[in-house]
């Protein structure tokens, strides 16, 4: 199994640009979840979908930041715009119902 | 609502120690728990879980933990650290009852080890 796969691995960007993380999640898994990573807050939850649906978004931040997951096998997302506190090291995990949570290597985002 | 308490940001072992990173949870229901180690630049990857099994708990790389319901505790202990487990480790925590998936995450501690 590949495990659970996010892409870019780095991304650097301007204030005020678009940024959009992906994350495929092992097959099988009806779970997904976004976490942010910073030094000063730790790791926190942004949303997690069950089969394809948003269940908790609470930990999204504010309305520049949106989630979205078409089907079983993908899911993204989108900071509009972004700004410098956004730089964090982004993970994806995926699990079933078996509570254990699988995490991809993340995406280390900075904002400039 | 549940929560996690890591004791410690910092543990700092000489090679072939004991290893000893202290996990409290509070929980309204019985809950699930978890321990995640993360190598630099790298995610999470599980080390051990406890799911209301045997309340010793044997994991990867040596590690274990034991389930500690009178003290709310969780701790993960190594007999002998190795250089190779300077590392964070995040204890973390979930329901065991129904469909609530979300794992709460302790601050994590970042264990050194010394030559």
């Known amino acids: 199994d590949a495990g659970v796969i996010q892409s870019p691995r780095h991304e650097v960007t301007e204030m005020g640009q678009e940024v959009t993380l992906r994350c495929k999640p092992i097959?099988?898994?009806?779970?997904l979840f976004w976490y942010r990573q910073t030094m000063m807050r730790g790791l926190e939850l942004l949303i997690y979908?069950?089969?394809?649906?948003?269940?908790?978004d609470s930990g999204m931040p504010e309305d520049r930041f949106s989630a979205k997951m078409p089907n079983a096998s993908f899911s993204t997302l989108k900071i509009q715009p972004s700004e410098p506190r956004d730089s964090a090291v982004y993970f994806c995990?995926?699990?079933?119902?078996?509570?254990?949570?699988?995490f991809g290597p993340g995406t280390r985002l900075t904002v400039l | 609502a549940q929560s996690v308490t890591q004791l410690g940001s910092h543990v700092s072992v000489s090679e072939g120690a004991l290893v000893l990173l202290r996990c409290n949870y509070s929980?309204?229901?019985?809950?699930?728990l978890f321990w995640y180690v993360q190598y630099p630049n790298q995610g999470l990857q599980l080390l051990l879980k406890?799911?209301?099994?045997?309340?010793l708990v044997k994991g990867i790389n040596g590690f274990e933990a034991e389930f500690k319901k009178s003290e709310t505790s969780f701790h993960l202990t190594k007999p002998s650290a190795h250089m190779s487990d300077a590392a964070e480790y995040f204890c973390?925590?979930?329901?065991?009852?129904?469909?609530?998936?979300?794992?709460?995450f302790g601050k994590g501690t970042l264990l050194t080890v010394n030559p």
């Open positions: 995990a995926s699990s079933s119902r078996r509570h254990t949570q699988y």
């Open positions: 097959s099988g898994h009806d779970y």
């Open positions: 979908f069950n089969n394809n649906v948003p269940i908790d």
């Open positions: 929980s309204s229901v019985p809950p699930y």
């Open positions: 406890y799911t209301s099994a045997a309340t």
């Open positions: 973390a925590v979930s329901h065991s009852g129904g469909s609530n998936y979300k794992l709460t």
